[in-house]
């Protein structure tokens, strides 16, 4: 199991439920798609925020990269995927306090943050909020207290707009025309976890975006025709904040990521794993088998995670191929996960579209059960579920 996988698995959904403050529920919903999604997790405004910043513990929970680019002054940077991440959060205020606990990410879309309030209020914390704003919200209303690329006030004229970004996105079949010419270094900037495929392309290097900012920053290609693609098309932003500001002129980006073309075997292969063996406890088999507070959505749900488990105790999947193979939208997708989440069979987060999901190893165990490795992992969930 990668390291950076297993925090970003110890999801378990808050019993507390507290009302928005403010706003007309309508166009909070148009303007911040993701609430409806967690309806737990209370939000802060950013005139709140505003207002409770000298006293608010902001956590910063993306990447290292993502933080170097731009941040709120205050944030305490602890990422979303850092090991003992709910652990961790002990260490920055009391889980009985009077200061709000204010977790924020990239925008209005990114689901990250909700899901780090999710895990405070599920290890009883109290006053948590999301600030769903994100980032660039902050920057145009505080830029006093944010910091863009080094510089605080940060420079709303730097903030790279969809215009200079879509001018560096390629379709595929210019990508791979390019990745063939000698000179051309073509870049996976994708985390581990997402490379469920990879493109048919000759020597690709696969380097996420915290180590090669190293690299960047060196400025070792600043000669050569650079190609990178991510997940989704999302990563690529936060990298060209770096190749600007180190003078790449070079450099293009795949249009939408991996993700259009995923499905078409003439354009990606497979990442070959060696053992495909899923042991599983009969006593849990059959236990989650007479559950009565399971509907048939929720078994099918079951059925294809078991049928899916990448490594150890781990589906890692994009959710519109859920969806397409189990026929299910993703609303209801999601409510059934929330199901089994409450029931103890499963922890989940969403990720760049990704549904990565921790199942009881009890249940699904890709090895040997029995094994220190697998006692830990029990041991590791039934800590996550609250047993």
Known sequence: MTRSAAPLLALLLALLVFPPAGGSPARAQDDFPLRPYYPEVPWITTERLMADYDAAVVVDIRSRFEYEVAHINKAVLLPLTEEDFSQKLEYLRPKQASEPMVFYCNGHSCAKSYQAAQIALSQAFENVFVYDGG?????????????????????????????????????????????????????????????????????????????????????????????????????????????????????????????????????????????????????????????????????KVVSYLLANIKFDNYVVIDMGKVSEDTGMTETILLKSMRKLTEDGYAVHSVMQGMLIVQVDPRLAWKGETGDPLWKDKVEEFDRVIGK
């Open 135 to 299: 980032i660039f919200d902050w920057i145009k209303a505080a830029p006093e207290r944010a910091t863009l690329m080094g510089e605080t006030p940060a420079r709303e004229d730097r903030v790279i707009s969809k215009t200079t970004l879509n001018r560096r996105l390629i379709s595929y079949q210019e990508f791979a025309e390019e990745a063939a010419r000698p000179g051309t270094v073509v870049i996976d900037i994708r985390d581990p976890f997402q490379r469920d495929v990879v493109p048919r392309l000759p020597d690709i290097r696969a380097i996420p975006l915290d180590p090669l900012l190293d690299l960047v920053t060196s400025r070792i290609w600043t000669e050569k025709r650079l190609l990178f693609f991510d997940a989704v098309g999302k990563q690529v932003l936060w990298l060209q904040y770096f190749l600007e500001s180190y003078d790449y002129f070079d450099y293009a980006f795949l249009d939408g990521g991996i993700r259009p073309i995923a499905g078409d075997p003439a354009l990606v292969k497979p990442v070959i794993e060696v053992d495909r063996t899923v042991a599983s406890d009969q006593a849990r088999l059959l236990e989650l088998t007479a559950d009565q507070r399971l509907d048939n959505a929720d078994r």
